[in-house]
């Protein structure tokens, strides 16, 4: 399989490094980057180049584009990129709680027959969510525990005192799309929850701020006529970016390895 990426930061660069080490075979080809942008100087892949516009990116003969580059870059690459007929995977899956966004990938997904894939990112759970659903759920709720460093560049800076906290302090409480939409680096992952359970406007968000976190904590729970589910993950964040988890990247890789197995779980 050759795969092309979008952006090149901490996400991208380990996902590079892991298909190296667990799926050698899955070939990434091209990295579309801004021009000027320091990703440049960091060390490709072998056989990868870097393209920076649409058209020469999309010029490979791709079988997957993977989007690891942020709400903006899905929304400017993504629709064109579904309607060339390649599929494309997304980490910044938060840029689906604005609608036009939504609307202009599926629709441009449907013309092609590409598929827009959604991996489960730093969490888990989702099948479980998603057979749920089929019964009926009542309440999903999100949390996400997160170090102040990693939620520095944020709204949350006019809301909490970040560097002198002391104590752990929820700044947001709202539904999913706000959650998202306020905060496009860090609340991906109640995007993801959000559609693979009741969607973005009934699926309640708490974010909060711990300055004794070691790790970014995301805890979902969920009722309904199948029972009631709570799950904890607590994971660690990649050395590059403290906004991003470590299992995000690993996700990404195990997307791309279940489309090449002839056994496939969850
Ligand atoms: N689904 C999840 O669980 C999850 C978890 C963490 C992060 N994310 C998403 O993944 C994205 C990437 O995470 P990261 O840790 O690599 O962030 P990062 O900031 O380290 O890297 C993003 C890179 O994309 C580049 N970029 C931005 N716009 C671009 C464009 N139009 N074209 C090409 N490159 C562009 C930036 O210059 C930067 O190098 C985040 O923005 C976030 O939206 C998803």
């Not at 298909?19 to 801004?34: D, F, G, S, T």
């Not at 990112?121 to 998603?130: H, K």
């Not at 109640?190 to 973005?200: D, E, Q």
């Not at 968000?205 to 309904?224: E, F, Q, R, Y």
Request: aromatic share 4%; hydrophobic share 45%.
């Amino acid at each position: 399989m050759k795969i092309g990426i979008i952006g090149y930061g901490a996400m991208a660069q380990s996902l590079c490094r892991l298909l190296a080490v667990h799926a050698p075979q899955i070939q990434v080809v091209k990295v579309l980057i801004r021009s000027g942008s320091k990703a440049q100087t960091k060390p490709l892949s072998l056989g990868a180049e870097f393209a920076f516009t649409t058209e020469q990116f999309l010029a490979a003969d791709l079988d997957m584009v993977v989007e690891c580059a942020g709400h903006a870059a899905l929304k400017q690459v993504g629709p064109d990129v579904l309607k060339s007929g390649v599929d494309l995977l997304i980490a910044s899956v938060g840029a689906m709680a604005d609608a036009p966004t939504e609307q202009a990938l599926i629709e441009s997904a449907l013309q092609s027959g590409a598929k827009l894939r959604i991996p489960a990112g730093a969490v888990g759970g989702l099948d479980v969510l998603g057979a749920a659903k089929l019964a009926g759920i009542d309440t999903v709720i999100y949390s996400s525990r997160k170090h102040p460093k990693a939620w520095r560049g944020t709204p949350a800076e006019k809301l909490v005192d970040l560097e002198h906290l002391t104590k752990p302090t929820t700044f947001f409480v709202g539904d999913a799309r706000h959650a998202a939409m306020t905060f496009p680096q860090n609340a991906n992952v109640a995007a993801v929850v959000a559609l693979a359970s009741i969607g973005f406007d009934r699926t309640q968000v708490t974010l909060t701020a711990d300055p004794s976190a070691t790790g970014n904590t995301h805890g979902i729970h969920a009722k309904g006529n199948f029972g009631e589910v709570t799950l904890t993950i607590s994971g660690k964040t990649l050395a590059d970016n403290p906004k991003t988890s470590m299992l995000a990247p690993l996700s990404l890789v195990r997307s791309l390895m279940n489309l090449e197995q002839t056994v496939v779980v969850g």
